[in-house]
C-alpha cells in the first residue's frame, strides 16, 4: 500500500460520504438516464472512499446500484468512464457553489460594499475548501491522477480538466469578496485565483506523496504567502 493510501485510510470519505450502501440483491428501479448516472457516481464514490481506488472493480458497482454488468457498461463503458464520472458529478458537486451549508455563507461575512451588501472572505472560504479536502484524500488522490491522463485528448475527463478552471474563475467572479484594492481589477484577480489553484494542486500532492506533510497545515504555511500582512490584514 502506498503512504497516500495509508495517510486517507480505509474510511477516507470523513464527515462527506456515508458507508457503503448494502447490495440491494434483485432490486432493479427504473430511472431517467441522468439520474441513474449520478446515482452511479454517488454509489462510485462512496465504494472508492471505502476501499480504495484500486479496491473497486465493475462488477461492484453493478451490483451496488442493482444492474448487471452490461446494464452498468450502457452508462459507463470503461473504468477510465467511471472514474471520471465520479470526479465530473460527485467530487465537484459542491465546488461551483457557495455557502451551501447552513450558516456557511454568514460565517464568512467580514464587511459590506457601499450598497450595505455583505463581502465574503476569500482566505477563510479557501481553508474551508482545503478542509473538506482532507476528508476526503481518497477522491483527492483519484482527481489528480485523473488530471494527469486526461491530458490526452482521448481520454473521457479531458474537457473536464481542460474548462476546469475557466468555470472555477467564472464561479469566483460571481462572489463578493473583500479584496484589497489592487486585485479589484479583475485581470489581477483572475492571476491570483490561477496562483491560488496551482498552489492548492501542489499543496495537495505534497500532502499525499509525503507521509510526513497534513493537507491543512501545508495550506496554513502557504496562506501568508498569497495573502500577505498587511496587505491582507482587513480582508481576512
Known amino acids: 500500500m502506498s503512504d497516500a493510501n495509508r495517510k486517507t485510510g480505509n474510511n477516507a470519505g ?3 460520504i456515508n458507508r457503503i450502501p448494502g447490495r440491494p ?35 461492484a458497482i ?18 477510465e468512464e467511471l472514474l471520471s464520472l465520479v470526479i465530473q458529478v460527485y467530487y465537484d458537486q459542491d465546488s461551483f457553489t457557495f455557502g451551501v451549508k447552513p450558516g456557511e455563507r454568514d460565517e464568512l461575512i467580514i464587511g459590506q460594499d457601499q450598497k450595505g451588501r455583505p463581502l465574503y472572505s476569500l482566505p477563510g472560504y479557501l481553508r474551508g475548501l482545503v478542509q473538506e479536502n482532507a476528508e476526503r484524500l481518497v477522491l483527492v488522490m483519484l482527481f ?21 478552471h475557466a ?21 489581477a484577480f483572475h492571476r491570483l485565483v490561477r496562483t491560488i489553484y496551482c498552489t492548492m494542486d501542489g499543496v495537495q500532492i505534497q500532502a499525499l506523496t509525503n507521509p510526513d506533510d497534513d493537507l491543512i ?11 500577505p500582512s498587511p496587505q491582507w490584514d482587513d480582508c481576512r
Open 217 to 227: 497545515a501545508l495550506w496554513a504555511k502557504a496562506e501568508p504567502i498569497l495573502f
Open 14 to 16: 470523513g464527515g462527506q
Open 144 to 164: 489528480m491522477h485523473l488530471a494527469v491522463e486526461a491530458h490526452d485528448p482521448a481520454h473521457p475527463a479531458h474537457e473536464y480538466y481542460r474548462d476546469r
Open 62 to 79: 453493478a451490483d451496488a446500484v442493482g444492474l448487471t454488468l452490461p446494464g452498468l457498461r450502457h452508462y459507463v463503458r470503461t473504468r
Open 167 to 187: 468555470r472555477m474563475i467564472d464561479f469566483m467572479d460571481g462572489i463578493r469578496w473583500k479584496l484589497p484594492e489592487r486585485y479589484r481589477d479583475r485581470p
Open 25 to 59: 440483491i434483485g432490486a432493479r428501479q427504473r430511472m431517467a438516464p441522468d439520474e441513474r448516472r449520478r446515482q452511479i457516481a454517488q454509489v462510485a464514490a462512496q465504494m472508492i472512499a471505502y476501499y480504495g481506488t484500486y479496491g473497486v472493480s465493475m462488477q
